[in-house]
T-cell receptor, first 112, second 116 residues
Framework: SAVISQKPSRDICQRGTSLTIQCQVD?????MFWYRQQPGQSLTLIAT?????????ESGFVIDKFPISRPNLTFSTLTVSNMSPEDSSIYLC?????????FGQGTRLTVV | AQSVTQLDSQVPVFEEAPVELRCNYS??????LFWYVQYPNQGLQLLLK??????LVKGINGFEAEFNKSQTSFHLRKPSVHISDTAEYFC??????????????FGKGTKLSVKP
């Protein structure tokens, strides 16, 4: 299993600012996944972060808006840049084994 | 590519009643199937998973699910619900071939509301 610590757990931010979300895993993992859960919606994959290379973004998500760092095998950050109210969501990081996915507690972001 | 359809967005039930949350999936390859639960203001917790073998899978908190390959379904059931089961439930699928590198595809979720 894997234990994921994600912070902050929630934040209220002004539009136009940026927020960096941190994700720490208690074991070394190759891939880390970042998801967005908009109000009343399911989880949508933003990007996959592989240590030592640039993150791979899903359609509709771009690096300028959601830059990701992956400096080592246990840590990653996601930045939500130049925020607007439409970015208000829960952001979750995740890691996988072959047979299971583990999730952080999520960051509940409100942009005002 | 895979997709997941959860047929009910909201399911209200009375305490101690049985419940079934429906999930259908679409995939051109073999998949693993999962149910996750999200309690209010919390992250996702694995309820149960189907990897192979017996099509009836038992999970935590008295939940079970049955994999039906011909109907491409993986419905979640509980014979008697409690107030504490009030949460949102997500069905998810992943490509077996993706291993630990693969993404999970989630359904839109079903909000289970248990009333006294």
């Amino acid at each position: 299993s894997a234990v994921i610590s994600q912070k902050p757990s929630r934040d209220i931010c002004q539009r136009g600012t940026s927020l960096t979300i941190q994700c720490q895993v208690d074991s070394q993992v190759t891939m880390m996944f970042w998801y967005r859960q908009q109000p009343g919606q399911s989880l949508t994959l933003i990007a996959t972060a592989n240590q030592g290379s640039e993150a791979t973004y899903e359609s509709g998500f771009v690096i300028d808006k959601f830059p990701i760092s992956r400096p080592n095998l246990t840590f990653s950050t996601l930045t939500v840049s130049n925020m607007s109210p439409e970015d208000s969501s829960i952001y979750l990081c995740s890691v996988r084994t072959v047979t299971e996915a583990f999730f952080g507690q999520g960051t509940r972001l409100t942009v005002v | 590519a895979q997709s997941v359809t959860q047929l009910d967005s909201q399911v209200p039930v009375f305490e101690e009643a049985p419940v079934e949350l429906r999930c259908n999936y679409s995939s051109s390859v073999s998949v693993y199937l999962f149910w996750y639960v999200q309690y209010p203001n919390q992250g996702l917790q694995l309820l149960l998973k189907y990897l192979s073998g017996s099509t009836l899978v038992k999970g935590i908190n008295g939940f079970e699910a049955e994999f039906n390959k011909s109907q491409t379904s993986f419905h979640l059931r509980k014979p008697s619900v409690h107030i504490s089961d009030t949460a949102e439930y997500f069905c998810a699928v992943s490509d077996r071939g993706g291993g630990s590198q693969g993404n999970l595809i989630f359904g839109k979720g079903t909000k289970l509301s248990v009333k006294p």
